[in-house]
């Protein structure tokens, strides 16, 4: 069964800061248009077509233009974060007023302060997206049983962010046609246009590794 993005359930804007760091061009007809993610697997691809099979069990069916950019997401240790270090992290508040990290993305230096801010995210059901600089690091509570506290510094505001030992904590470069195959985890940012839906932007992980953004 193929799925329109109409049916797909409402998302927000991409994140400006994914956006930039991957170097895809952002076309100013779409820049005001909805977008959504689609997080899923790869069922079949080919020049023109790319069909994924989003984490619901639904298929989704879109357009692949030719420049369409593809970037590898992959894993980094917990200590490559550091003080200074410019990163996205979707999490979820808890009640002290803490976020509780479910991954981490540590930018290039180049995406540095791109979407950077506090806002909602589609990752799980109340999750948030904090893009900001580690202004400081700490062991986590002991209650956690290991991680980092983390507090973050971003433009009229902060937060502070626990990040356990089980988080995948991951970064990204340039990837290639190789990255899609059947069977590759992804996360499709997409968009209809001209009444077809298309993918603008592929991040895949490799081996299975599923993009945990």
Do not use: C
């Not at 927000?12 to 930039?20: F, R, T």
């Not at 977008?35 to 692949?64: C, F, H, M, N, W």
């Amino acid at each position: 069964m193929s799925l329109t993005l109409s049916r797909l359930p409402s998302a927000l804007l991409a994140s400006a800061a994914l956006v930039a760091a991957l170097g895809a061009p952002v076309l100013a007809s779409a820049q005001n248009a909805e977008q959504v993610r689609i997080r899923g697997t790869i069922v079949r691809v080919d020049a023109k077509t790319l069909v994924v099979q989003d984490r619901g069990g639904e298929v989704v069916s879109l357009a692949r233009p030719a420049d369409m950019p593809v970037s590898e997401v992959y894993r980094i240790k917990l200590s490559d974060i550091k003080r200074g270090s410019f990163i996205g992290t979707a999490a979820m508040p808890q009640a002290d007023g803490t976020q509780k990290a479910i991954e981490v993305v540590v930018f290039p230096e180049a995406a540095r302060g791109t979407g950077e801010g506090h806002r909602p995210w589609d990752l799980l059901p109340d999750s948030t997206m904090t893009n900001a600089t580690v202004a400081d690091l700490a062991a986590a509570p002991k209650s956690v049983h290991g991680g980092q506290q983390l507090r973050l510094t971003y433009k009229g505001g902060e937060k502070t962010v626990i990040v356990p030992p089980d988080a995948p904590v991951v970064t990204f470069r340039p990837g290639t046609e190789a990255l899609l195959v059947p069977g590759a985890k992804v996360m499709v940012n997409a968009q209809e246009k001209n009444g077809t839906p298309t993918a603008l932007r592929v991040t895949a992980g490799r081996n299975g590794f599923a993009p945990p953004m």
